[in-house]
């Protein structure tokens, strides 16, 4: 795209508090940067940075938003392209042609999405990542990823300038309580025969640390590794596991705190695969443990015959479950939803730092 001849910097301004905030395409953006005879009269990169310093604080925010959410989608592309890696399976048998045989096939089922244009700001880019601010995440290889809010760049190393946790931005307009106020919103949730969804927002894992002394803490952490990571749990010895805590909780009549972490709902299927009637049941995240307390014929076959009793499967006043997670509020409620939890039995709250 030719330069051309730039308008004054008041012109640039007032097309751009036209569009700012919104997401252009590169047709979107010439039909834009374009005066009333049709002549192109700014560059790409002269037009996004007048729109970028036009931006209210909040359009900034929202654009840090639009921002993560491409990175994450970048990231998965980049993972699953990394694991299709064998172009021998095309067609012909180069990488070329197997892109293109996807791509024909996406536009045959009407998939095919815009792509994500990114933009070099050359001798502006220090003054635009003044502007924004660079966001931390959990990538899908189990590595820390960093991306500007303005600039679009994407990094695997950690910037010099300061980084912003995502879990601590993007909070979705949910409820907000301190760690010291978690106790009494839960008894407040389970009342209402829901599962408090704990999104903890603090860095040092509080929520996790609380539920260690003052319950049994299930740790999932480890299932955010990738799929074939050797580290990684497997499903049926993390399930045994958790069934067993499970049960110690209701026996002792405390909270049953299942962590998982920043696992992603196709990492931990549990309400879609996982949890089988004689093992880690449904039930015991649906009203917080509550319907499976009441539920004879399914503590039977959930308790092995050690761990009852005198005979019964004993589940005594106190007990309840509550589910942690450290995904950024919109991600969580996106992601574990229906492979992992119905979460029209949860309670999503975010637990701030104190």
């Known amino acids: ?3 051309g001849v730039s308008l004054p910097l008041e012109v640039e301004e007032a097309v751009a508090k036209e569009v700012a905030g919104k997401k252009w395409d590169q047709a979107a953006w ?15 990169v002269e037009f996004e940075v007048a729109r970028i310093k036009a931006m209210s ?3 900034r925010e929202e654009e840090a938003k639009v921002a993560l959410a491409e990175a994450i989608e970048r990231d998965k592309e980049a993972l699953k392209q990394r694991s299709e890696g064998d172009y021998s399976k095309s067609f012909s048998g180069s990488k070329k042609d197997s892109k293109e045989e996807k791509e024909a096939a996406s536009l045959l089922r009407g998939e095919a999405e815009a792509e994500i244009l990114l933009v070099d700001f050359g001798e502006h880019r220090e003054e635009i990542e003044a502007l924004g601010k660079w966001l931390k995440f959990l990538g899908s290889a189990g590595c820390y990823l960093y991306v500007h809010s303005l600039t679009r760049e994407l990094r695997s190393t950690r910037p010099v300038e300061e980084v912003i946790e995502v879990k601590k931005t993007e909070r979705s307009g949910l409820p907000e309580i301190r760690l010291s106020e978690v106790p009494e919103e839960v008894a407040r949730v389970v009342a209402a025969a829901k599962t408090p969804l704990l999104l903890d927002a603090s860095e040092a894992r509080n929520v996790a640390t609380f539920y260690k002394f003052k319950g049994v803490l299930v740790d999932g952490t480890m299932l955010a590794l990738p799929l074939r990571d050797k580290l990684r749990p497997k499903p049926k010895v993390w399930l045994e596991e958790a069934r067993k805590k499970a049960v110690e909780a209701m026996k002792r009549g405390v909270t049953l705190a299942v962590d998982l972490g920043e696992a992603e709902g ?15 049941r449904k039930e015991v995240f649906v009203e917080a443990g509550q319907s499976l307390a009441r539920n004879k014929m399914a503590l039977k076959k959930m308790f092995r015959d050690d761990e009852r009793e005198y005979g019964e499967c004993i589940v005594r006043d106190g007990f309840c479950t509550v ?22 039995h949860m309670e999503p709250l975010v637990v701030v730092a104190q």
Do not use: H, N, Y
């Open 266 to 280: 196709s990492k931990i299927p549990l309400a879609s695969q996982w949890c089988k009637s004689d093992g880690l």
């Open 30 to 44: 010439e039909a834009a940067a374009r005066d009333r005879e049709g002549r192109l009269c700014v560059t790409r």
């Open 1 to 3: 795209m030719g330069s």
């Open 57 to 59: 604080d909040e359009e």
């Open 323 to 344: 589910v942690i997670s450290q995904l950024p509020a919109d991600v969580a409620l996106k992601e574990l939803a229906d492979l992992t939890f119905d979460m029209t």
